[in-house]
């Protein structure tokens, strides 16, 4: 069995937004040499995520607004307790917990195999600052 890991390190402009890191984890398979296996694809930060979806604007704006509508951004420490210990992202971590943390997606022929339309996303929910994910790949 092979196993190769690489890091992908994330910048993000933004407090919330999406980035398809799809191209960037099919290379990483390629580099791998995995013909039949599994990628797991892990985000290393507790305010971050990764999941698999659609490539389509209009979802990844319902997102946006579905996930501030149940864990709005509010610094103050009245809304959130995590708050209290001086920290101003508690709504992150509530982003991140819903979106998940990591996705496994199976290698066939040495290839992603998706479903139709799946793209897998970096989600950032506390941005302006650099965040890592985890690719792992294993198999034969």
Do not use: C
């Not at 995995?34 to 604007?57: C, K, R, W, Y």
């Not at 319902?62 to 149940?70: F, R, S, T």
């Not at 819903?98 to 496994?104: P, Q, W």
């Amino acid at each position: 069995m092979k196993s190769h890991t690489e890091y992908l390190t994330f910048h993000l402009p933004a407090r919330m937004a999406f980035e398809n890191i799809t191209q960037k984890i099919e290379a990483i398979v390629r580099t791998s040499g995995v013909q039949e296996g599994l990628v797991l694809v892990s985000a290393m930060h507790i305010t971050a995520s990764v999941f698999i979806n659609d490539d389509e604007p209009g979802l990844h704006e319902d997102y946006k607004k579905w996930l501030e509508g149940l864990a709005p951004f509010d610094a103050s420490p009245r809304r959130y307790a995590h708050n209290r210990t001086g920290e101003d992202n508690a709504d992150a971590h509530m982003k991140r917990q819903i979106m998940g943390r990591e996705v496994v997606v199976a290698i066939t022929q040495g290839q992603l195999d998706f479903g139709p339309w799946e793209q897998i996303f970096y989600g950032e929910f506390d941005g302006f600052r650099e965040k890592r994910v985890l690719v792992k790949v294993i198999g034969e």
